[in-house]
């Protein structure tokens, strides 16, 4: 019997392993009806420096994971793929896992993040402008079902930091 997941439950965020492949194509499946990571790619995402997968874990459980691309010789980050589980949505996972995103990007001294949103996803939209993520423009068609993004962006380094 399984214990269900309360906020107020610890939990850990680390940097995923090779180990967590089959956990988090599970969360793949689960989270998207469409662009989905292919189980090839994010194997290939755990191995590759250019990329950083942190997962939330809760007694053994993937609750959610963000990945997060850099580029050499580009000041950014990139927030490509976040999701959390059914269970643990709307209890402080998802935040959780993407300030430590920020945390790694600064850690890389990267000066801002960027990422898409669905037009059609408010929960995420809400929760990113709540971490002061603020929208620079649209894609018109962007994702595999037609629906158009949203750009979001974040400076996480004031210019008076330099």
Known sequence: MSTAFRPSQDYAIRAATPLDLDALM???????NSDRISRRSMRQMLARAHARTLVCEWQGRLLGYVL????RGWEGARIYSIATAAEARRTGVAEALVRAAEAEARQRQCRFIRLEIRKDNPGSIGLFGKLGYQP????????EDGQDALRFHKELVSPDQD
Do not use: N, Q
């Open 26 to 32: 599970r969360l793949e499946e689960a989270c998207f």
């Open 136 to 143: 620079r423009g649209e894609y018109p068609a962007y994702y």
């Open 68 to 71: 997060l691309l850099f580029r």
